[in-house]
DNA sequence: GGCTTTATTTTGATTAGTCAAATTCTTATC
DNA sequence: GATAAGAATTTGACTAATCAAAATAAAGCC
Protein backbone atom coordinates (compact mmCIF):
# COMPACT_ATOMS: atom_id res chain seq x y z
CA UNK A 1 0.00 0.00 0.00
CA UNK A 2 0.84 3.60 -1.18
CA UNK A 3 2.13 5.63 2.41
CA UNK A 4 0.25 8.74 1.75
CA UNK A 5 3.59 11.11 0.96
CA UNK A 6 3.70 8.44 -2.14
CA UNK A 7 0.22 9.20 -2.99
CA UNK A 8 0.87 12.86 -2.55
CA UNK A 9 4.10 13.05 -4.85
CA UNK A 10 2.64 10.50 -7.22
CA UNK A 11 -0.86 13.36 -7.43
CA UNK A 12 1.87 16.16 -7.65
CA UNK A 13 3.45 14.67 -10.93
CA UNK A 14 0.42 14.05 -12.45
CA UNK A 15 -0.77 17.79 -11.79
CA UNK A 16 2.53 19.46 -12.77
CA UNK A 17 3.01 17.20 -16.01
CA UNK A 18 -0.21 18.77 -17.35
CA UNK A 19 -1.62 16.17 -19.71
CA UNK A 20 1.17 13.01 -19.44
CA UNK A 21 4.36 13.16 -21.20
CA UNK A 22 6.02 16.08 -20.05
CA UNK A 23 8.94 16.03 -17.38
CA UNK A 24 8.52 17.77 -14.21
CA UNK A 25 11.52 19.53 -12.71
CA UNK A 26 12.79 18.44 -8.66
CA UNK A 27 12.43 22.22 -8.00
CA UNK A 28 8.48 22.47 -9.40
CA UNK A 29 7.86 19.43 -7.41
CA UNK A 30 9.54 20.16 -4.63
CA UNK A 31 7.87 23.39 -4.37
CA UNK A 32 4.34 22.05 -4.60
CA UNK A 33 4.42 19.48 -1.72
CA UNK A 34 6.71 22.45 0.26
CA UNK A 35 9.67 20.30 0.77
CA UNK A 36 13.16 21.13 0.15
CA UNK A 37 14.54 20.22 -3.42
CA UNK A 38 17.03 17.56 -1.86
CA UNK A 39 14.02 15.54 -0.31
CA UNK A 40 12.04 15.37 -3.86
CA UNK A 41 15.57 13.87 -5.30
CA UNK A 42 15.36 11.45 -3.03
CA UNK A 43 11.83 10.76 -2.86
CA UNK A 44 11.99 10.21 -6.57
CA UNK A 45 14.72 7.82 -6.48
CA UNK A 46 12.79 5.87 -3.81
CA UNK A 47 9.67 5.69 -5.97
CA UNK A 48 11.79 4.83 -9.79
CA UNK A 49 12.96 2.00 -7.62
CA UNK A 50 9.39 0.77 -7.17
CA UNK A 51 8.48 1.22 -10.74
CA UNK A 52 6.45 4.09 -10.27
CA UNK A 53 7.96 7.08 -11.93
CA UNK A 54 11.07 7.10 -14.51
CA UNK A 55 13.60 9.42 -13.26
CA UNK A 56 15.88 10.98 -16.11
CA UNK A 57 18.69 12.28 -13.77
CA UNK A 58 19.18 15.75 -13.47
CA UNK A 59 16.47 16.47 -15.67
CA UNK A 60 13.13 15.44 -14.33
CA UNK A 61 10.99 12.51 -13.56
CA UNK A 62 7.08 11.63 -15.52
CA UNK A 63 5.24 8.52 -14.46
CA UNK A 64 4.94 5.35 -15.55
CA UNK A 65 1.93 3.69 -16.15
CA UNK A 66 1.74 1.84 -12.53
CA UNK A 67 2.54 5.11 -11.28
CA UNK A 68 0.02 6.82 -13.39
CA UNK A 69 -2.93 4.83 -11.76
CA UNK A 70 -1.84 5.20 -8.69
CA UNK A 71 -2.27 9.17 -9.08
CA UNK A 72 -5.47 9.35 -11.02
CA UNK A 73 -7.02 6.91 -7.88
CA UNK A 74 -5.54 9.86 -5.81
CA UNK A 75 -7.23 12.60 -8.38
CA UNK A 76 -10.27 10.81 -8.49
CA UNK A 77 -10.51 10.32 -4.65
CA UNK A 78 -9.79 14.10 -4.12
CA UNK A 79 -11.95 15.20 -6.66
CA UNK A 80 -15.59 12.75 -5.11
CA UNK A 81 -14.75 14.34 -1.62
CA UNK A 82 -14.85 17.75 -3.29
CA UNK A 83 -17.67 16.91 -4.66
CA UNK A 84 -19.73 15.66 -1.59
CA UNK A 85 -18.55 18.15 1.00
CA UNK A 86 -20.24 20.71 -1.34
CA UNK A 87 -23.43 18.54 -2.49
CA UNK A 88 -23.78 16.89 0.88
CA UNK A 89 -22.31 18.45 3.24
CA UNK A 90 -23.19 21.99 1.96
CA UNK A 91 -19.90 23.34 2.51
CA UNK A 92 -18.36 26.49 0.53
CA UNK A 93 -16.80 25.66 -2.59
CA UNK A 94 -14.11 27.65 -1.73
CA UNK A 95 -12.84 25.57 1.02
CA UNK A 96 -13.21 22.22 0.27
CA UNK A 97 -9.45 21.52 -1.08
CA UNK A 98 -7.87 21.24 2.27
CA UNK A 99 -10.23 18.88 3.72
CA UNK A 100 -10.11 16.47 0.81
CA UNK A 101 -6.46 16.78 1.11
CA UNK A 102 -6.30 14.95 4.23
CA UNK A 103 -9.20 12.37 3.42
CA UNK A 104 -8.38 11.78 -0.25
CA UNK A 105 -5.90 9.18 1.78
CA UNK A 106 -7.91 7.61 4.28
CA UNK A 107 -11.31 6.54 2.44
CA UNK A 108 -11.20 3.35 0.66
CA UNK A 109 -12.74 2.15 -2.16
CA UNK A 110 -15.76 0.58 -0.58
CA UNK A 111 -16.75 3.92 0.74
CA UNK A 112 -16.00 5.87 -2.28
CA UNK A 113 -18.17 3.30 -4.56
CA UNK A 114 -21.14 4.83 -2.27
CA UNK A 115 -20.19 8.42 -2.39
CA UNK A 116 -19.75 7.90 -5.86
CA UNK A 117 -23.12 6.60 -6.41
CA UNK A 118 -25.10 8.82 -4.13
CA UNK A 119 -23.66 11.71 -5.94
CA UNK A 120 -25.45 10.10 -8.94
CA UNK A 121 -21.50 9.40 -10.42
CA UNK A 122 -20.83 13.08 -11.45
CA UNK A 123 -18.40 13.68 -14.08
CA UNK A 124 -16.91 16.80 -12.75
CA UNK A 125 -15.90 18.35 -9.27
CA UNK A 126 -17.36 21.50 -7.86
CA UNK A 127 -14.44 23.68 -9.21
CA UNK A 128 -14.99 21.88 -12.80
CA UNK A 129 -12.04 19.81 -12.43
CA UNK A 130 -13.03 16.16 -14.71
CA UNK A 131 -13.45 13.46 -11.89
CA UNK A 132 -11.19 10.21 -13.36
CA UNK A 133 -13.41 7.15 -13.48
CA UNK A 134 -13.08 3.55 -11.56
CA UNK A 135 -11.20 2.37 -14.20
CA UNK A 136 -7.95 5.51 -14.56
CA UNK A 137 -10.17 7.21 -17.59
CA UNK A 138 -10.13 11.21 -17.31
CA UNK A 139 -11.77 14.18 -19.51
CA UNK A 140 -8.43 15.49 -21.23
CA UNK A 141 -10.32 18.03 -22.92
CA UNK A 142 -8.26 21.44 -23.25
CA UNK A 143 -9.93 24.44 -22.95
CA UNK A 144 -8.93 28.50 -23.33
CA UNK A 145 -8.65 30.29 -20.47
CA UNK A 146 -9.72 33.80 -19.91
CA UNK A 147 -6.10 35.10 -20.75
CA UNK A 148 -6.31 33.46 -24.43
CA UNK A 149 -9.68 32.72 -25.80
CA UNK A 150 -11.19 35.31 -28.30
CA UNK A 151 -12.65 38.79 -27.10
CA UNK A 152 -16.38 39.64 -27.20
CA UNK A 153 -17.57 36.33 -27.75
CA UNK A 154 -20.26 34.84 -24.94
CA UNK A 155 -18.32 32.38 -23.26
CA UNK A 156 -19.47 29.92 -19.88
CA UNK A 157 -16.59 29.44 -17.46
CA UNK A 158 -16.29 25.59 -17.43
CA UNK A 159 -13.53 24.98 -14.53
CA UNK A 160 -11.55 27.23 -12.06
CA UNK A 161 -7.89 25.76 -11.87
CA UNK A 162 -5.94 26.97 -8.63
CA UNK A 163 -7.37 25.76 -5.06
CA UNK A 164 -5.99 28.40 -3.04
CA UNK A 165 -8.75 29.38 -0.58
CA UNK A 166 -7.91 33.51 -1.71
CA UNK A 167 -8.06 33.04 -5.46
CA UNK A 168 -11.25 30.92 -4.88
CA UNK A 169 -12.50 33.17 -2.40
CA UNK A 170 -12.30 36.24 -5.34
CA UNK A 171 -13.58 34.07 -7.87
CA UNK A 172 -16.89 33.23 -5.35
CA UNK A 173 -17.10 37.12 -4.58
CA UNK A 174 -17.21 38.55 -8.60
CA UNK A 175 -19.62 35.54 -9.27
CA UNK A 176 -16.94 34.00 -11.47
CA UNK A 177 -17.86 30.06 -10.85
CA UNK A 178 -18.23 27.28 -13.08
CA UNK A 179 -21.30 27.22 -15.20
CA UNK A 180 -21.69 31.25 -14.98
CA UNK A 181 -21.83 33.47 -17.96
CA UNK A 182 -18.98 36.06 -19.53
CA UNK A 183 -16.90 37.81 -22.02
CA UNK A 184 -13.67 39.74 -22.54
CA UNK A 185 -14.62 43.14 -22.71
CA UNK A 186 -11.01 44.08 -23.43
CA UNK A 187 -7.83 42.68 -22.99
CA UNK A 188 -4.88 44.84 -22.90
CA UNK A 189 -1.62 42.53 -23.01
CA UNK A 190 0.75 45.67 -21.86
CA UNK A 191 -0.99 46.86 -18.93
CA UNK A 192 -1.48 42.62 -18.25
CA UNK A 193 -5.32 43.40 -17.81
CA UNK A 194 -8.50 41.93 -18.29
CA UNK A 195 -11.92 43.11 -18.39
CA UNK A 196 -14.72 40.93 -18.18
CA UNK A 197 -18.58 41.50 -18.77
CA UNK A 198 -20.91 39.73 -16.68
CA UNK A 199 -24.66 39.18 -18.33
CA UNK A 200 -25.26 41.26 -14.90
CA UNK A 201 -23.65 44.23 -16.50
CA UNK A 202 -21.25 44.32 -13.89
CA UNK A 203 -17.64 44.66 -15.17
CA UNK A 204 -14.84 42.64 -13.27
CA UNK A 205 -11.17 43.11 -14.11
CA UNK A 206 -8.20 41.14 -12.96
CA UNK A 207 -4.74 40.07 -13.86
CA UNK A 208 -3.57 37.97 -16.77
CA UNK A 209 -2.07 35.49 -14.39
CA UNK A 210 -5.51 34.73 -12.51
CA UNK A 211 -7.52 34.87 -15.91
CA UNK A 212 -5.02 32.16 -16.96
CA UNK A 213 -6.83 30.10 -13.66
CA UNK A 214 -10.51 30.26 -15.25
CA UNK A 215 -11.14 27.81 -18.00
CA UNK A 216 -14.35 28.55 -20.79
CA UNK A 217 -15.97 27.67 -23.58
CA UNK A 218 -18.47 29.37 -26.22
CA UNK A 219 -21.81 29.79 -24.23
CA UNK A 220 -23.83 26.98 -26.29
CA UNK B 1 -1.54 18.55 16.41
CA UNK B 2 -1.71 14.90 17.78
CA UNK B 3 -0.39 12.03 14.75
CA UNK B 4 -2.43 9.54 14.33
CA UNK B 5 -0.69 7.22 15.99
CA UNK B 6 -0.97 9.43 19.31
CA UNK B 7 -4.29 9.36 18.74
CA UNK B 8 -4.71 5.79 18.66
CA UNK B 9 -2.77 4.99 21.61
CA UNK B 10 -4.78 7.90 23.69
CA UNK B 11 -8.14 6.48 22.62
CA UNK B 12 -7.20 2.70 23.51
CA UNK B 13 -6.39 3.85 26.70
CA UNK B 14 -9.70 5.17 27.57
CA UNK B 15 -11.28 2.45 26.02
CA UNK B 16 -9.32 -0.27 28.36
CA UNK B 17 -9.64 1.85 31.58
CA UNK B 18 -13.33 1.70 31.29
CA UNK B 19 -14.85 4.48 32.64
CA UNK B 20 -11.78 6.35 33.82
CA UNK B 21 -9.60 5.67 36.25
CA UNK B 22 -7.88 1.94 35.84
CA UNK B 23 -4.78 2.27 35.45
CA UNK B 24 -4.20 0.34 31.73
CA UNK B 25 -1.19 -2.91 32.11
CA UNK B 26 1.54 -2.62 29.09
CA UNK B 27 0.68 -5.70 27.84
CA UNK B 28 -3.04 -5.05 27.10
CA UNK B 29 -1.93 -1.69 25.20
CA UNK B 30 0.48 -3.58 23.40
CA UNK B 31 -2.15 -6.33 22.35
CA UNK B 32 -4.93 -3.58 21.19
CA UNK B 33 -2.82 -2.03 19.57
CA UNK B 34 -1.00 -5.05 17.81
CA UNK B 35 2.60 -3.71 19.05
CA UNK B 36 4.92 -5.46 20.96
CA UNK B 37 4.90 -4.33 24.71
CA UNK B 38 8.30 -2.64 24.45
CA UNK B 39 6.94 -0.31 21.88
CA UNK B 40 4.01 0.73 23.85
CA UNK B 41 6.29 1.13 26.78
CA UNK B 42 8.47 3.91 24.67
CA UNK B 43 5.37 5.48 23.53
CA UNK B 44 4.08 5.64 26.69
CA UNK B 45 6.87 7.61 27.87
CA UNK B 46 6.59 9.95 25.28
CA UNK B 47 3.10 10.69 25.59
CA UNK B 48 4.17 11.28 29.63
CA UNK B 49 6.43 13.85 28.28
CA UNK B 50 3.87 15.22 26.55
CA UNK B 51 1.36 15.73 29.57
CA UNK B 52 -1.16 13.10 27.79
CA UNK B 53 -0.75 10.14 30.37
CA UNK B 54 0.71 9.68 33.39
CA UNK B 55 2.73 6.31 33.77
CA UNK B 56 2.92 4.56 36.57
CA UNK B 57 5.76 2.90 36.08
CA UNK B 58 5.49 -0.90 35.75
CA UNK B 59 2.17 -0.32 37.06
CA UNK B 60 0.05 1.43 34.42
CA UNK B 61 -0.70 3.95 32.51
CA UNK B 62 -3.61 6.46 33.08
CA UNK B 63 -5.14 9.55 30.98
CA UNK B 64 -4.83 12.90 32.53
CA UNK B 65 -7.45 15.40 31.83
CA UNK B 66 -5.73 16.53 28.40
CA UNK B 67 -5.19 13.00 27.32
CA UNK B 68 -8.87 11.73 28.58
CA UNK B 69 -9.96 15.25 25.85
CA UNK B 70 -7.75 13.89 23.10
CA UNK B 71 -9.38 10.51 23.22
CA UNK B 72 -12.75 11.67 23.41
CA UNK B 73 -12.48 13.77 20.57
CA UNK B 74 -11.33 10.71 18.50
CA UNK B 75 -14.09 8.25 19.82
CA UNK B 76 -16.54 11.22 18.93
CA UNK B 77 -14.97 11.27 15.58
CA UNK B 78 -15.03 7.54 15.18
CA UNK B 79 -18.34 6.93 16.58
CA UNK B 80 -19.95 9.44 14.16
CA UNK B 81 -18.45 8.45 10.98
CA UNK B 82 -19.95 4.88 11.65
CA UNK B 83 -23.22 6.31 12.13
CA UNK B 84 -22.82 8.28 8.95
CA UNK B 85 -21.27 5.39 6.88
CA UNK B 86 -24.55 3.28 8.05
CA UNK B 87 -27.01 6.41 8.00
CA UNK B 88 -26.70 7.82 4.97
CA UNK B 89 -24.43 5.47 2.69
CA UNK B 90 -26.15 2.65 4.14
CA UNK B 91 -23.32 0.75 4.93
CA UNK B 92 -23.76 -2.71 7.23
CA UNK B 93 -23.43 -2.23 10.77
CA UNK B 94 -20.97 -5.03 11.13
CA UNK B 95 -18.46 -3.61 8.42
CA UNK B 96 -18.10 -0.01 9.54
CA UNK B 97 -15.57 -0.21 12.53
CA UNK B 98 -12.46 -0.84 9.99
CA UNK B 99 -13.41 2.06 7.65
CA UNK B 100 -14.09 4.97 10.53
CA UNK B 101 -10.49 3.73 11.91
CA UNK B 102 -8.99 5.46 9.28
CA UNK B 103 -11.44 8.35 8.87
CA UNK B 104 -11.32 9.19 12.57
CA UNK B 105 -7.54 11.10 12.00
CA UNK B 106 -8.29 12.91 8.81
CA UNK B 107 -11.60 14.14 9.38
CA UNK B 108 -11.68 18.17 10.21
CA UNK B 109 -13.91 19.73 13.04
CA UNK B 110 -15.73 21.95 10.31
CA UNK B 111 -16.68 18.39 8.52
CA UNK B 112 -17.40 16.66 11.53
CA UNK B 113 -19.66 19.35 13.08
CA UNK B 114 -21.74 19.14 9.61
CA UNK B 115 -22.23 15.73 9.50
CA UNK B 116 -23.24 15.82 13.13
CA UNK B 117 -25.90 18.02 11.77
CA UNK B 118 -27.13 15.56 9.32
CA UNK B 119 -27.34 13.26 11.41
CA UNK B 120 -29.61 15.11 13.98
CA UNK B 121 -27.06 15.06 16.63
CA UNK B 122 -27.33 11.45 17.57
CA UNK B 123 -26.76 10.09 21.11
CA UNK B 124 -25.19 6.55 19.93
CA UNK B 125 -23.99 5.10 17.06
CA UNK B 126 -25.16 1.77 14.97
CA UNK B 127 -23.43 -0.63 17.79
CA UNK B 128 -25.21 1.42 20.72
CA UNK B 129 -22.08 3.05 22.03
CA UNK B 130 -22.53 6.52 22.99
CA UNK B 131 -21.30 9.63 21.09
CA UNK B 132 -19.11 12.11 23.15
CA UNK B 133 -20.54 15.91 22.92
CA UNK B 134 -18.20 18.23 21.37
CA UNK B 135 -17.40 18.64 24.82
CA UNK B 136 -15.91 15.75 25.98
CA UNK B 137 -19.42 14.65 27.49
CA UNK B 138 -20.33 10.74 27.70
CA UNK B 139 -23.08 9.14 29.01
CA UNK B 140 -21.67 6.72 31.53
CA UNK B 141 -24.84 4.42 31.99
CA UNK B 142 -23.77 0.97 33.20
CA UNK B 143 -25.57 -1.93 31.58
CA UNK B 144 -26.00 -5.33 32.63
CA UNK B 145 -24.66 -7.86 30.23
CA UNK B 146 -26.35 -11.29 28.93
CA UNK B 147 -23.97 -12.87 31.31
CA UNK B 148 -24.97 -10.93 33.58
CA UNK B 149 -28.47 -9.90 33.74
CA UNK B 150 -31.77 -11.71 35.26
CA UNK B 151 -32.77 -14.96 33.45
CA UNK B 152 -36.33 -14.79 32.31
CA UNK B 153 -36.71 -11.32 32.11
CA UNK B 154 -38.07 -9.51 29.10
CA UNK B 155 -35.09 -7.65 27.87
CA UNK B 156 -34.04 -4.70 24.90
CA UNK B 157 -30.42 -4.79 23.58
CA UNK B 158 -28.42 -1.59 24.21
CA UNK B 159 -25.21 -1.74 22.83
CA UNK B 160 -23.02 -4.73 21.20
CA UNK B 161 -19.01 -4.09 21.78
CA UNK B 162 -16.18 -5.78 20.44
CA UNK B 163 -15.85 -4.73 16.96
CA UNK B 164 -14.60 -7.91 15.33
CA UNK B 165 -16.24 -8.31 12.33
CA UNK B 166 -16.52 -12.09 12.89
CA UNK B 167 -18.91 -11.33 15.98
CA UNK B 168 -20.97 -8.36 14.28
CA UNK B 169 -22.22 -10.99 11.89
CA UNK B 170 -23.22 -13.56 14.00
CA UNK B 171 -24.98 -11.18 16.29
CA UNK B 172 -26.64 -9.85 12.90
CA UNK B 173 -27.54 -13.52 12.04
CA UNK B 174 -29.19 -14.22 15.09
CA UNK B 175 -30.94 -10.49 15.25
CA UNK B 176 -29.10 -9.92 18.10
CA UNK B 177 -28.69 -5.90 16.95
CA UNK B 178 -29.52 -2.68 19.49
CA UNK B 179 -33.05 -2.43 19.59
CA UNK B 180 -34.11 -6.14 19.57
CA UNK B 181 -35.74 -7.87 21.96
CA UNK B 182 -34.90 -10.80 24.16
CA UNK B 183 -34.79 -12.89 27.33
CA UNK B 184 -32.62 -15.11 28.36
CA UNK B 185 -34.47 -18.61 28.64
CA UNK B 186 -31.11 -20.14 30.38
CA UNK B 187 -28.27 -19.99 32.01
CA UNK B 188 -25.85 -22.96 32.56
CA UNK B 189 -22.66 -21.65 34.24
CA UNK B 190 -21.16 -25.03 34.15
CA UNK B 191 -21.08 -25.47 30.56
CA UNK B 192 -20.35 -21.83 30.10
CA UNK B 193 -23.68 -21.24 27.62
CA UNK B 194 -26.59 -19.49 27.63
CA UNK B 195 -29.81 -19.53 25.99
CA UNK B 196 -31.79 -16.74 24.22
CA UNK B 197 -35.61 -16.96 23.54
CA UNK B 198 -36.50 -14.30 20.56
CA UNK B 199 -39.84 -12.38 21.01
CA UNK B 200 -40.12 -14.57 17.58
CA UNK B 201 -39.54 -17.64 19.35
CA UNK B 202 -36.17 -18.47 18.12
CA UNK B 203 -33.97 -19.77 20.49
CA UNK B 204 -30.37 -18.60 19.99
CA UNK B 205 -27.28 -19.80 22.14
CA UNK B 206 -24.06 -18.38 22.82
CA UNK B 207 -20.97 -18.92 25.25
CA UNK B 208 -20.72 -16.74 28.23
CA UNK B 209 -17.45 -14.42 26.73
CA UNK B 210 -19.58 -13.89 23.97
CA UNK B 211 -23.15 -12.89 25.85
CA UNK B 212 -20.72 -10.18 27.77
CA UNK B 213 -20.50 -8.34 24.63
CA UNK B 214 -24.30 -7.91 24.65
CA UNK B 215 -25.70 -4.81 26.65
CA UNK B 216 -28.63 -4.94 27.64
CA UNK B 217 -31.40 -2.90 29.66
CA UNK B 218 -35.06 -4.06 30.87
CA UNK B 219 -37.62 -3.90 27.63
CA UNK B 220 -39.39 -0.77 28.52
C1' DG C 1 35.58 28.17 -25.04
C1' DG C 2 35.95 29.47 -20.28
C1' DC C 3 33.26 31.44 -16.40
C1' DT C 4 29.22 32.34 -13.69
C1' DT C 5 24.67 31.38 -12.26
C1' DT C 6 21.24 28.16 -11.16
C1' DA C 7 19.32 23.63 -10.53
C1' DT C 8 20.11 19.11 -8.88
C1' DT C 9 22.17 15.66 -6.27
C1' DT C 10 24.78 13.95 -2.33
C1' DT C 11 26.05 13.57 2.39
C1' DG C 12 25.33 13.53 7.19
C1' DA C 13 21.83 14.28 10.82
C1' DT C 14 17.28 14.16 12.89
C1' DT C 15 12.49 12.56 14.31
C1' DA C 16 8.62 9.22 14.81
C1' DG C 17 7.54 4.71 15.23
C1' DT C 18 8.69 0.17 15.33
C1' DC C 19 10.96 -4.80 16.53
C1' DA C 20 14.08 -8.39 18.71
C1' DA C 21 16.38 -9.68 22.40
C1' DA C 22 18.63 -8.86 26.82
C1' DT C 23 17.71 -7.13 31.38
C1' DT C 24 15.23 -5.92 35.45
C1' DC C 25 11.42 -5.72 38.42
C1' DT C 26 7.03 -7.71 40.68
C1' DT C 27 4.47 -11.10 42.39
C1' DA C 28 2.92 -15.47 43.57
C1' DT C 29 4.37 -19.81 45.62
C1' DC C 30 6.35 -22.78 48.54
C1' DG D 1 11.82 -15.03 52.97
C1' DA D 2 13.98 -17.19 48.73
C1' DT D 3 12.88 -18.33 44.23
C1' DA D 4 10.60 -19.07 39.82
C1' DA D 5 7.41 -17.21 36.52
C1' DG D 6 5.58 -13.46 34.25
C1' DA D 7 5.41 -8.62 32.96
C1' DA D 8 7.69 -4.42 31.94
C1' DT D 9 11.63 -1.94 30.52
C1' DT D 10 15.94 -1.07 28.18
C1' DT D 11 19.12 -1.34 24.45
C1' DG D 12 20.52 -1.43 19.82
C1' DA D 13 18.98 -1.47 15.20
C1' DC D 14 15.94 -0.31 11.34
C1' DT D 15 12.65 2.36 7.97
C1' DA D 16 10.30 6.44 6.16
C1' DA D 17 10.55 11.12 5.63
C1' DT D 18 12.65 15.10 6.26
C1' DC D 19 16.39 19.28 6.41
C1' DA D 20 20.92 21.87 5.97
C1' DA D 21 24.75 22.43 3.65
C1' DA D 22 28.40 20.83 0.52
C1' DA D 23 29.39 19.04 -4.08
C1' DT D 24 28.37 18.61 -8.86
C1' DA D 25 26.36 19.26 -13.38
C1' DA D 26 24.00 22.20 -16.89
C1' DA D 27 23.06 26.27 -19.21
C1' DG D 28 23.66 30.82 -20.46
C1' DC D 29 26.81 34.61 -21.55
C1' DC D 30 30.38 37.40 -23.09
Known sequence: MATSTVENYLKQILLLSAGDDALVSMGDLAAALAVVPGTATTM??????????????????????AGRRVALGVLRRHRLIETFLVEVLKMDWTEVHAEAELLEHAISDAVLDRLDALLGHPAADPHGDPIPTRLGKID????????????????????????????????????????????????????????LKKTSGRTVALSLAAAGNILVAPAR
Open 44 to 65: VKSLASDGLVDHHLRHGVRLTA
Open 140 to 195: AQVYATLATCVVAQPLRIVRVTEQSGEFLQFAERNGLRPGARVRVAERDLAAGLIT
